[in-house]
């Protein structure tokens, strides 16, 4: 791997957090409003299953009215509490409360990374705007370039050293380049748009961050589909047991308070108004998808489980595909400022030439049009790398 490509590595946590609270601020208030509640939801979901084991004590009231005697209509009143709570269930409870934690981990880390993205995407476009009016430059020198190119051809056209067609291409190109910086303008339009449907801010303004590359082993550790791949087979883990639980014995324990009024039609000393009942009990169902569906949850542990192997491996791909594409950007980079020290050699001698009569100021102009495009096109290939380094800082915890 290329010395030069990771001397940035220790700088980049450093870097990465330097933006944090300003990146966290690009999107619009109502997106950061939407993850906000989206991570409230997910909060009050964890809770609310993690106690789901606990059933609800049943309240009731009852009036009864009885016409069974004659002249005579008897009302009684009713007041009772309900309890039938398992205590045992073959280890289900243990891993209902952590399937619920992990559920939690997991949807939270889900969220996270819908934000980072959502971010990544109004970075994405940052960049791309700035790489687009880098290109409007280029273009407009390139035309600045086949105006004269026109001119020469015009000139000697009329003199009669040149072919028509020759001209005729002249004019094609310089047209065709007009156009380009006209779809430009139009393209630049939907970035602007596009930008406006994620932030409020005024691009323009926004300053992008410098970004470098992570250290592939951070870069590992910290990737969140990899943690919430990692956390989903946890949770289907859990999930598996607890079906396997619900087909094991159950023990609970049954409990009732019961204040009701006596029939006065007959009356009993030995009965009381206020009294309780409880009791134990074990069960079992015997269910003839019993086996299916417990066979069912461990394949769905074991396709998530693999998913994580699977992420594994693409991430390495993902981090050596981005190593090769920069080290193909340094070298472009290294080629344009090799052109550039060419051009400047050729400025010079061109201009110094003008001067003394031996070449006109459109020649230098030619010269000083590709001078200033070489160096354009390194800074576009910057910004190339430093989309290519967006993608890993989306997908890494704990950056912006």
């Known amino acids: 791997m290329n010395k ?5 590595l220790i700088i980049g946590a450093f870097s990465s957090s330097l933006y944090a609270d300003e990146l966290a601020q690009i999107l619009s208030p109502q997106k950061q409003d939407i993850f906000k509640y989206q991570e409230k939801i997910n909060q009050l979901e964890a ?8 059933n609800p004590l049943q309240l009731q ?4 009215y009885s016409t069974q005697f004659v002249d005579n209509t008897i009302d009684t009143e009713t007041y009772s509490i309900v309890m039938d709570q398992p205590i045992f269930k073959s280890g289900g409870i243990f891993h209902s409360i952590k399937y619920s934690n992990v559920l939690r981990e997991a949807n939270a880390k889900e969220i996270k990374l819908r934000k980072r993205e959502m971010i990544g995407s109004a970075v994405s476009i940052l960049f791309s705007i700035q790489k687009l009016r880098l290109q409007q430059e280029k273009l407009k020198l390139t035309i600045n370039s086949d105006e004269i190119d026109i001119k020469f051809k015009s000139d000697s056209y009329e003199a009669g050293i040149l072919d028509s067609s020759f001209l005729d291409q002249a004019i094609i190109k310089r047209n065709g380049d007009q156009t380009e910086l006209l ?7 939907k970035l602007k748009n596009n930008f406006a449907l994620l932030s409020d801010k005024d691009p323009n303004s926004f300053e992008t961050p410098k970004l ?3 250290d592939e082993e951070r870069y590992y ?8 791949d990692t956390l989903r087979a946890n949770e289907k883990k859990h999930l598996s047991n607890m079906v396997m639980s619900q087909y094991l014995p159950t023990v609970s324990i049954q409990a009732q308070y019961i204040d009701g009024d006596l029939n006065p039609l007959y009356p009993n000393p030995n009965l009381k108004e206020q009294y309780s009942n409880y009791g134990v009990s074990v069960s079992m169902p015997l269910n003839i998808n019993t086996f299916d569906d417990i066979e069912s949850s461990k394949l769905s542990y074991m396709e998530a489980s693999t998913q994580v192997i699977d992420r594994k491996k693409s991430i390495k791909l993902e981090y050596e595909m981005i190593i090769n594409t920069l080290r193909i950007l340094n070298k472009k980079i290294a080629l344009d400022r090799k052109d550039e020290k ?7 001698v061109t201009k110094n030439l003008a ?14 049009n590709s001078l200033e495009i070489k160096k354009l096109d390194q800074k576009i290939h910057s910004i190339d790398k430093q989309i290519q380094l967006l993608t890993l800082y989306i997908k890494v915890n704990n950056v912006f």
């Open 221 to 228: 550790q910290e990737n969140l589909e990899l943690q919430v």
């Open 4 to 8: 030069k490509l990771l001397l940035p």
């Open 355 to 368: 001067k003394v009569g031996e070449k006109t100021k459109y020649d230098a102009q030619l010269i000083h």
């Open 61 to 64: 009231y009852r009036k009864n």
């Open 342 to 348: 060419l051009y400047e050699r050729l400025y010079r």
């Open 183 to 189: 779809a430009s303008q139009i393209e630049m339009e």
């Open 212 to 214: 470098h590359l992570l």
């Open 47 to 54: 809770d609310k299953l993690k106690k789901s084991w606990v």
